[in-house]
C-alpha cells in the first residue's frame, strides 16, 4: 500500500511540474512603429523559451513559444507598412506559434526583458525594413596603444595639445557651415544671397516613447504623452521664428534609444538639443520646473568614450572625422568642443530657467548638474527640462492643459531666442541679420539685448558706443538703430 501511494504521489508531482512549466501565459501583445522599425511587445508571465524562423523564399515570419498559452487578443495590422497580417497556431497544449504575413523583407531582432516600472517579463520583436544596399557590416579592428608609452609623451602631447588648439578653434567655431551646403538651397540673385542665411536647427526630444512610458500621474497621464505635445508646440513656435526650424527627434509615440536621440540631431545638423521630461516623486506635493545641464563628470566620461571609439566614428564633432587624427587632435577637437557646448549649454539654461518663473512654479532656481545620456553630446549643445511634477495632481492637470503646454513651450522658446539672437552660428540668417552693413555699420535693437552685450559683440568700448548714439543711460528700444563705432 506504501508503494502504491509512493507511486500516486510520484505521477502527481510530474503532472503538477509539468502544468507549472506548461503554464506560462501571454498576457499582451503590443506594438509600435517608428521611422525605423516596427517593435512587437509580448507581456509574459514568466521568461520563456522561443524560436523565430523567417521561411525562406517568402514573406512569412514565424514566432514559436514554448510551454505558453496565449491569453491575449492579437492586434489588427490594417494598412500597415510592414506586416500585412497575424494569426495564431496552436501547435499543442504545450506551444502556441504566431505566423506575421509581411509586405515586404525584414530583418528581426528578439531579446527578453526582465520585469521594469508597470511591466512584467516581456519578449520583444523588432523588425527592420531590409535595404536593397545592405551589406554585411565590416568590423573595422581597433588597436590600443601602450599606457605606458602615453604616459612618458604626456608631457610633449600637452604641449602640442596647445599649439593645435589655436589652428582647430576656427573650425570648430564654422563648424555648421559645410553642411548647411547639403540642403541645395535654390539659386538666388547675389544680392539675395549675401543676406540670406541658413536656419538655426533646434532638435526638440520628446522623452521616453512607446513602451516606455515614463512616470504616470494618479490620473492615468503618461509623462510620454504630455511631452510629446509640449515639444510639438515648440516646433511650431521655433518655426513661426524667423531664422529658426525645429526638429522633432521622436514624431508619435514610438520607443527611441537614448544614444540614438543623439545620432538624429546630429544627423539634422542640430546647433542646439533639447529634451522635455516630466518629474515624479514618491511625495506628491513636490512641484515646479527644473533645467539641467551635463556635469563635469558627466563630461569627462563621454570625451572618454568617444576617444576609445573614434576608429568607427567618421562625423563626430560637427562633420570633423576623428578616423584620421592621431590621439592629441582628436582630444584636442574634443576638448574644444566640448567647452564651447557647455557655455551655450548653461547660458540658454539659465535664460530658460527665468521664463519657465512667468509659466509657473521652479522648483529649483538656478540651473542643476546631472549626467542624463542625451545631454553628453560633445558637439551639440543641450539642456534637460523637467517642467512639472506629474506626480503632483495639481501639476498634473496642468501638463494635461493646452494653454499650460504652450506656455511651457513658450518659456523654452524664450531661452533659445534669447541666445541665439546675442550670439548667432556664423553662416546663419540671424548672424547675417545682425551683421553691422558695410557703410555707417549699424545695428538694429531686438527684444532681449542690453548695450554692454552689444558692445562686447562688436569689440567696442560700451563708453563709445553711447556716446556716439548720444545716450545718457542704458535704456534702449526694440527697434532702435544704433550705429556701431569704427574700429579703433
Not at 511587445?41 to 514554448?66: A, C, G, R, W
Not at 515586404?104 to 527578453?112: E, L, N, P
Not at 558706443?465 to 574700429?487: H, M, T
Request: proline share 4%.
Amino acid at each position: 500500500m506504501k508503494k502504491l501511494f509512493l507511486l500516486f504521489s510520484v505521477l502527481f508531482y510530474c503532472l503538477l511540474s509539468e502544468s507549472v512549466v506548461a503554464g506560462v501565459t501571454v498576457n499582451g501583445v503590443r506594438s509600435w512603429t517608428a521611422p525605423e522599425r516596427t517593435r512587437l511587445v509580448f507581456d509574459l508571465s514568466e521568461p520563456v523559451k522561443y524560436k523565430v524562423t523567417q521561411v525562406p523564399d517568402s514573406l512569412l515570419l514565424k514566432l514559436k513559444i514554448f510551454r505558453s498559452r496565449l491569453n491575449a487578443e492579437i492586434p489588427a495590422f490594417n494598412k500597415h507598412k510592414v506586416i500585412s497580417s497575424i494569426a495564431t497556431n496552436p501547435l499543442n497544449t504545450k506551444s502556441v506559434e504566431i505566423q506575421f504575413k509581411l509586405r515586404r523583407a525584414v530583418k528581426v531582432k528578439s531579446f527578453q526583458l526582465d520585469p521594469g516600472g508597470r511591466y512584467g517579463y516581456r519578449l520583444v520583436l523588432d523588425l527592420y525594413e531590409k535595404k536593397q544596399h545592405d551589406k554585411p557590416q565590416v568590423v573595422k579592428k581597433q588597436t590600443r596603444k601602450s599606457n605606458k608609452k602615453s604616459n612618458k609623451n604626456s608631457n610633449k602631447n600637452s604641449n602640442k595639445k596647445q599649439t593645435l588648439a589655436a589652428k582647430v578653434s576656427e573650425q570648430i567655431a564654422l563648424k555648421k557651415q559645410p553642411k548647411a551646403v547639403k540642403q541645395a538651397p535654390p539659386v538666388l540673385p547675389e544680392a539675395a544671397k549675401k543676406v540670406r542665411g541658413r536656419d538655426i536647427v533646434i532638435a526638440i526630444d520628446a522623452g521616453h516613447g512607446g513602451e516606455d512610458s515614463g512616470a504616470m500621474g494618479s490620473n492615468g497621464t503618461y509623462e510620454k504623452d504630455v511631452v510629446l505635445e509640449i515639444a510639438r508646440n515648440l516646433k511650431k513656435l521655433l518655426d513661426e521664428e524667423g531664422g529658426m526650424r525645429g526638429v522633432l527627434v521622436r514624431k508619435s509615440d514610438y520607443y527611441i534609444s537614448l544614444r540614438k536621440r543623439m545620432e538624429i540631431a546630429r544627423k539634422q545638423h542640430a546647433d542646439f538639443f533639447v529634451s522635455i521630461h516630466a518629474d515624479a516623486f514618491p511625495d506628491p506635493s513636490a512641484r515646479g520646473s527644473s533645467v539641467y545641464v551635463l556635469s563635469n563628470k558627466g563630461a569627462s566620461s563621454e570625451a572618454a568614450f568617444w576617444l576609445a571609439e573614434r576608429e568607427n566614428q567618421a562625423d563626430l564633432v560637427g562633420g570633423v572625422s576623428l578616423d584620421d587624427k592621431d590621439e592629441v587632435l582628436a582630444s584636442v577637437l574634443l576638448d574644444l568642443s566640448q567647452a564651447v557646448s557647455r557655455q551655450v549649454s548653461h547660458e540658454v539654461a539659465q535664460m530658460t530657467v527665468r521664463n519657465l518663473r512667468k509659466a509657473g512654479t521652479v522648483h529649483f532656481g538656478e540651473v542643476q548638474k546631472a549626467e542624463f545620456a542625451v545631454l553628453k553630446s560633445p558637439d551639440i549643445p543641450s539642456m534637460l527640462v523637467e517642467v512639472a511634477f506629474i506626480s503632483n495632481p495639481m501639476e498634473e492637470a496642468k501638463l494635461r492643459d493646452e494653454a499650460q503646454q504652450e506656455a511651457f513651450a513658450q518659456a523654452m522658446l524664450a531661452g533659445i531666442r534669447r541666445h541665439f539672437h546675442r550670439a548667432p552660428p556664423p553662416g546663419s540668417w540671424l548672424a547675417m541679420r545682425y551683421k553691422p552693413k558695410i557703410q555707417g555699420r549699424q545695428y538694429v535693437i531686438v527684444a532681449g539685448d542690453t548695450l554692454s552685450e552689444i558692445a562686447h559683440r562688436y569689440q567696442v568700448s560700451l563708453s563709445r558706443l553711447k556716446d556716439l548714439n548720444q545716450l545718457g543711460q542704458n535704456d534702449i528700444r526694440a527697434g532702435q538703430v544704433l550705429k556701431i563705432p569704427a574700429d579703433s
